[in-house]
């Protein structure tokens, strides 16, 4: 009988800031993620086909948007974990559709947001979207006979 390990990157961070206008022009405001509950997927890039994980668990603060997420070390995921490891990537950015918004002179206020995932990115919208630290998980996945 023999325990399979698998073999993960825990990252935290923001994956939204309040009150910084993004590369576009568009605002976060506080509550904006009100009904946003996890788990939901971490992609590589915004891809649809390139999950590396999932986000754990995601809360608004004071500063914005704050997530814990698990980076799964297999295919896009193992080369992805080893570029937040080597300070490679620290980018975080989020898919959304709007649900309540008001236009302001560069974009838009964004007040209801329906969060659809969380990408780890090179480029972040927000500047300051980014992840703040990592740690080595590794879990037990099961035994065999």
């Known amino acids: 009988m023999s325990a399979a390990v698998t073999e993960s990157l825990r ?3 923001y994956a939204s800031v309040f009150a910084v206008p993004d590369k576009g022009g568009d605002v976060v405001v506080p509550g904006a993620f009100a009904e946003a509950a996890a788990p939901i997927p971490l992609l ?5 086909n390139e999950p590396i994980g999932f986000v754990d668990s995601l809360k608004e603060d004071g500063r914005g948007l704050r997530i814990t997420a698990r980076i799964v070390a297999n295919g896009r995921g193992a080369e992805a974990a080893a570029l937040v490891r080597a300070g490679a990537i620290d980018g975080l950015s989020f898919g959304y559709r709007v649900k309540a918004a008001s236009p302001t002179r560069g974009g838009r206020r964004l007040e209801r947001l329906e969060l659809v995932e969380v990408s780890l990115v090179t480029f972040p919208m927000q500047r300051e979207a980014r992840v703040l630290g990592w740690q080595e998980e590794q879990s037990d996945a099961g035994t065999e006979d």
């Open 44 to 48: 590589w890039q915004h891809k649809p």
């Open 11 to 13: 990252i935290a961070g």
